[in-house]
């Protein structure tokens, strides 16, 4: 069974940093694409970064290049997404995704989905 695990969200303070895992099971998510993406209350899902499963390429929404790093561990069959200098409309639940092929803004293009974890940026 396929399945994806997010997890590292929490509570953070305008600057800081955490660092998201998304731990895969049932599959080897070196295999497939994964992204990054968020939901804020109110707003549409929305891309936030994929890593390629040809070559490692890495892509990022405007709203977070500079500060989000997305990278694999394939020892531990899990992609991580650092996050630095956060701001408070960084808050929203973020989901990883696989798919064979990255496509940042068509969430529905994506073919499996973690349940997601929360991450708020608040003083």
């Known amino acids: 069974q396929v399945q994806l695990v997010e997890s590292g969200g929490g509570l953070v303070q305008p600057g800081g940093s955490l660092r998201l895992s998304c731990a895969g099971s049932?599959?080897?998510?070196?295999?497939?694409?994964i992204g990054w993406f968020r939901q804020a209350p109110g707003k549409e899902r929305e891309g936030v970064s994929c890593?390629?499963?040809?070559?490692?390429?890495?892509y990022y929404a405007e709203a977070v290049k500079g500060r989000f790093t997305i990278f694999r561990d394939n020892a531990k069959n899990t992609v991580y997404l650092q996050m630095e200098s956060l701001k408070r409309e960084d808050t929203a639940i973020y989901y990883c995704?696989?798919?064979?092929?990255?496509?940042?803004?068509?969430?529905?293009?994506?073919?499996?989905w973690g349940q997601g974890t929360q991450v708020t940026v608040s003083s």
């Open positions: 890593i390629s499963r040809y070559d490692g390429s890495t």
């Open positions: 995704a696989a798919d064979p092929i990255c496509i940042l803004n068509s969430p529905r293009h994506w073919q499996y």
């Open positions: 049932g599959f080897t998510l070196d295999d497939y694409g």
